[in-house]
């Protein structure tokens, strides 16, 4: 069986991680690594003699499917390069503007893309709960959203935590923007019922925690989902990875995946 090659795009955290998911997996061939050193510790072992390198179109070239986890401001170029090579590219890189998200729908019209926020099918799952109990709870329930991280995640809110409060002002026919409320100098601070207030904690190496609350006068409803291990992540990407090499051109999702999907949702 012909193994399918993945070039990974960054040596960071998450690229590390995913440089040992592929050696792990018998199914899977590291392609190439885009960085200007090597990745350390094990790591560098899991990457064997896969060709690391600044050249992004070497790095392309030498692959069936990308998996981005850099930065944002490398996703323009990311996204420049995969247009012109026509490979398949997973994004996983969080904070992304609606800039950067407008030049990845452009793309999607040629190449298969995957971009997601969390990789995670748990949460993929959170995000459906999310919605059903938007739907039952009736306007006497305000929600909250809670995340915690390691004290070096950058962005804050998490993309997650964005994600889940999309989800959640999307079934209840709301504006995000009108109703998201976060103040770092106050946590949990509210101006309106309608309000979908986030509280962010950066502590230790935790690698993920979120949870929805939804509180009236009389109870309390908590979803939660926590990450043991940033491995979850990494497995996710390449199951997205391997999936989407059998779809069309098109932007695609956790949804679209969990649902089996063969069309993009138009992000």
């Not at 998911?21 to 064997?48: D, F, H, I, K």
Request: some cysteine.
């Amino acid at each position: 069986m012909q193994r399918i090659k993945i070039s990974v795009l960054g040596a960071g955290r998450m690229g590390q991680e995913l440089i040992r998911a592929v050696a792990a997996n018998p199914e899977l061939q590291l392609g190439a690594v885009w960085s200007r050193r090597r990745p350390s510790a094990n790591a560098g072992t899991a990457a064997g003699s896969a060709a690391v390198s600044g050249d992004l179109e070497a790095v392309l070239a030498a692959c069936d499917v990308a998996v981005d986890f850099t930065l944002p401001a490398a996703t323009p170029r990311v996204l420049e390069s995969v247009g012109r090579s026509g490979k398949p590219l997973v994004c996983g890189v969080s904070g992304l503007g609606e800039d950067i998200m407008a030049r990845m729908r452009a793309t999607s019209s040629s190449v298969p893309l995957f971009y997601d926020r969390n990789m995670s099918f748990g949460v993929a799952v959170l995000s459906d709960l999310v919605r059903r109990a938007g739907a039952s709870l009736g306007p006497e329930f305000v929600a909250e959203i809670r995340e915690t991280h390691h004290v070096h995640k950058v962005d804050a809110p998490s993309g997650t935590a964005l994600k889940l409060g999309e989800a959640l002002a999307e079934i209840r026919q709301q504006d995000f923007g009108s109703v998201f409320r976060y103040d770092e100098s106050q946590p949990g601070r509210r101006t309106s019922p309608d309000d979908i207030v986030f509280t962010v904690r950066r502590e230790g190496e935790n690698p993920g925690e979120h949870a929805v609350v939804f509180q009236s006068e009389a109870e309390e409803l908590q979803l939660v989902h926590k990450v043991r291990h940033r491995r979850v992540f990494a497995i996710g990407a390449l199951r997205a990875a391997r999936w989407l090499l059998q779809q069309q051109p098109g932007l695609y999702g956790m949804r679209d995946l969990a649902a089996g999907g063969n069309t993009g949702h138009g992000r």
